[in-house]
């Protein structure tokens, strides 16, 4: 897994260009529920928090693919939960994680938008939360508030402390 991040980390520093481009897949990768669990995303990102200082690369440009990529995730997971719900529960994935997503679907009914928000910032519900919102058919506006707001923490949170902590370092 090291070895994967350390990879990614030095193409990003290596390809600038396409830095804004990877930040925004890493993000879906995370955001979007079970590619989360294959990609080890959080690390990477992180790690590009202080590439972006290192090889002066902008902030901002970065930091909106990072937002960009959190909410497309969550968003298709909704969406696709949404449309599918019939189809999903039906699925023997569903089947033989039944409490789990019942959890999140009570989970969902208890705390309506603070639980899409508060779910991606904890690993577990990160997965479950945007699918069990839309299995729930919760308010396509509410979900994208809670989303939004959401993700625009989310990406401060990832990228601030290596971009704050490289420039406290090299001074």
């Not at 590009?48 to 960009?68: C, D, Q, S």
């Not at 189809?87 to 639980?115: I, K, N, P, Q």
């Amino acid at each position: 897994m090291t070895d994967l991040v350390s990879s990614i980390t030095a193409f990003i520093r290596d390809h600038q260009a396409l830095g804004s481009a990877i930040v925004f897949l890493l993000a879906f990768c995370e955001s979007f529920a079970f590619i989360s669990l294959l990609v080890p995303a959080t690390g990477i990102l992180f790690g590009v928090g202080g590439l972006i200082t290192v090889f002066e690369i902008k902030f901002w440009p970065v930091w909106i693919a990072a937002v960009l990529g959190a909410i497309a995730g969550d968003w298709l997971a909704y969406d696709l939960s949404l449309r599918a719900r019939a189809y999903l529960l039906a699925t023997r994935w569903f089947a033989s994680h039944s409490e789990a997503m019942s959890r999140g679907t009570e989970f969902v009914r208890r705390w309506g938008m603070l639980a899409v928000f508060a779910g991606r910032f904890f690993g577990p519900l990160r997965a479950i939360v945007p699918i069990a919102a839309g299995i729930c058919a919760m308010p396509w506006l509410n979900f994208q508030i809670a989303n939004i707001a959401s993700a625009l923490l989310w990406a401060t949170a990832i990228l601030t402390p290596g971009f704050l902590g490289m420039r406290w370092l090299i001074g």
